[in-house]
């Protein structure tokens, strides 16, 4: 049984795999738990594996590589058209492996683990850019129902906010301030 091409769909606890060999005919299906996964894939002769690019993808792929494995990684919608059946881990490994042997598929590139650093630090600043925003919003919106309007802008709430709680002639309520 020589696999040349397997689709490894990752799921949250068990991970499926779809191998097929040369002709294209499956000669593998199987399901595994996240710790049988390196010693599997340690055990088979090289060969080109595809992964839908998910949470856990990037890690998976540069274990693969490090165990002699080509590792090729594809954005989901791309791999969607080749779900034959209903969508269950089998049938997305599946057409996984099928996505991963056409030649005008496209891939996304493996990161390494600084590159990742880097995109996460990107991240999680822009998470706290849209709770910052979410939050002055949010002020501005109950400021407005006591007729009190601040401008749009993080500078303005900084300014004019402060101000607005310590003047006693506005209309705010003491539990508000």
Same mark, same amino acid.
């Given at each position: 049984?020589?696999?040349?091409?397997?689709?490894?769909?990752?799921?949250?606890?068990?991970?499926?795999?779809?191998?097929?060999?040369?002709?294209?005919?499956?000669?593998?299906?199987?399901?595994?738990?996240?710790?049988?996964?390196?010693?599997?894939?340690?055990?088979?002769?090289?060969?080109?594996?595809?992964?839908?690019?998910?949470? $856990?993808?990037?890690?998976? =792929?540069?274990?693969?590589? &490090?165990?002699?494995?080509? @590792?090729?990684?594809?954005?989901?919608? !791309? %791999?969607?058209?080749?779900?034959? $059946?209903?969508?269950?881990? =089998?049938?997305?490994?599946? &057409?996984?492996?099928?996505? @991963?042997?056409?030649?005008?598929?496209? !891939? %996304?590139?493996?990161?390494?683990?600084?590159?990742?650093?880097?995109?996460?630090?990107?991240?999680?600043?822009?998470?706290? @850019?849209?709770?910052?925003?979410?939050?002055?919003?949010?002020?501005?919106?109950?400021?407005?129902?006591?007729?009190?309007?601040?401008?749009?802008?993080?500078?303005?709430?900084?300014?004019?906010?402060?101000?607005?709680?310590?003047?006693?002639?506005?209309?705010?309520?003491?539990?508000?301030?």
């Amino acid at each position: 049984m020589q696999i040349t091409t397997i689709g490894l769909d990752l799921a949250k606890n068990v991970f499926q795999v779809h191998g097929v060999n040369e002709r294209g005919k499956a000669v593998l299906r199987k399901q595994l738990k996240r710790d049988q996964v390196a010693p599997f894939f340690a055990n088979l002769p090289p060969c080109l594996v595809g992964i839908e690019a998910c949470a $856990s993808a990037h890690h998976w =792929a540069r274990k693969l590589q &490090a165990l002699g494995h080509t @590792v090729r990684l594809m954005a989901p919608q !791309f %791999v969607k058209p080749y779900v034959k $059946s209903n969508k269950n881990d =089998a049938a997305d490994a599946e &057409a996984i492996c099928e996505a @991963v042997s056409r030649p005008s598929m496209r !891939f %996304v590139p493996i990161k390494n683990v600084e590159q990742q650093s880097v995109l996460s630090l990107h991240r999680v600043r822009q998470g706290f @850019v849209r709770a910052r925003t979410a939050q002055a919003n949010q002020i501005r919106g109950l400021l407005g129902e006591y007729g009190l309007v601040v401008p749009q802008g993080i500078a303005y709430i900084a300014q004019r906010v402060p101000p607005l709680i310590e003047d006693a002639e506005n209309e705010l309520p003491g539990n508000f301030r």
